[in-house]
């Protein structure tokens, strides 16, 4: 095989496959209904055309018979006149008309066969067509079925062209969301090691942070120190000069306190 009746061979086979894929049954049904009836019109104007060649030779027909009848008078007038030439040329005439009548009468016998034949035709396509059109919508119900069927199918199990479009794009923000998360974590991560610095916190840097934590629990524990204190003595603190309050009888010092917890930590 030539290399043009292989690159003939697989254009056709890729061209018959597209035209498989666009090819709709139902358009395809309906066209060919379309074609029958244009058919079925086309014996019904040629069946007119034959009844009216028919009748027109019919027509005619009428008028050589009358001819003839008027011909076979006018011979008898002639004759009983003595003028046997004018009745000679009246039957001539006559006989003339009586050919022509012969013929038109084949004429009339072969367009009235035709017509016969027409007439069966069209019977016989009429009925055809008639069992196309109910065969026609029976098959195109059943399409349409089976059609919404693999729909619903594909649509249920994920392999029709949509859903697996849908099914790619689910999967893709998944992923998406994942790596959000995953890196939102790692900065939350850096920040809190100090590796990477958070701009929101007015300038503070992680040593700073921390110092301040430590200095707020040195505080907390102080003040909770005071408090256990004074429950203890059951004293209220004396102020002293400067609305500074003294701590109560057998309550350490802050700054001892501070110490104490500083030992305990």
């Known amino acids: 095989m030539g290399l043009w009746a292989r690159f003939k061979t ?3 086979a890729k061209a018959s496959r597209a035209l498989d894929r666009a090819e709709n049954p139902a358009e395809t049904l309906d066209y060919s209904y379309q074609r029958q009836l244009e058919m079925l019109q086309k014996v019904k104007r040629g069946l007119a055309d034959v009844v009216t060649a028919k009748k027109r030779l019919q027509h005619q027909t009428q008028t050589l018979e009358q001819s003839v009848v008027k011909l076979e008078t006018q011979a008898r007038q002639a004759l009983a006149a003595g003028n046997e030439e004018l009745a000679r040329t009246a039957l001539e005439r006559k006989s003339a008309a009586q050919q022509q009548l012969q013929g038109l009468d084949q004429q ?12 069966g035709s069209e019977r016989q396509l009429q009925a055809k067509i008639e069992a196309f059109r109910s065969e026609k919508e029976v098959i195109k119900a059943q399409y349409s079925a ?5 729909k619903i199918g594909e649509a249920a199990t994920g392999i029709g062209e949509q859903m697996a479009d849908t099914g790619l794009a689910i999967e893709r923000a998944r992923d998406k969301t994942s790596q959000m998360q995953a890196r939102a974590s790692a900065i939350d991560e850096l920040t809190a090691a100090g590796t990477l610095e958070d701009f929101t916190s ?12 430590l200095s707020s629990q040195s505080q ?3 003040d909770m120190a005071r408090l256990k204190a004074e429950l203890g003595t059951g004293e ?5 000069a400067g609305g500074e309050t003294a701590p109560a009888e057998g309550a350490a010092e802050p700054q001892e306190q501070g110490q104490e917890q500083e030992q305990k930590q």
């Open 10 to 12: 697989i254009f056709q």
């Open 108 to 119: 009339v016998q072969q367009l009235q066969g035709q017509q016969d034949k027409l007439v």
């Open 146 to 150: 089976a059609e919404a069927q693999v």
């Open 202 to 213: 007015g300038g503070q840097t992680q040593l700073d942070r921390e110092l301040a934590e």
């Open 220 to 222: 907390v524990d102080s």
């Open 236 to 240: 209220q603190p004396k102020e002293l």
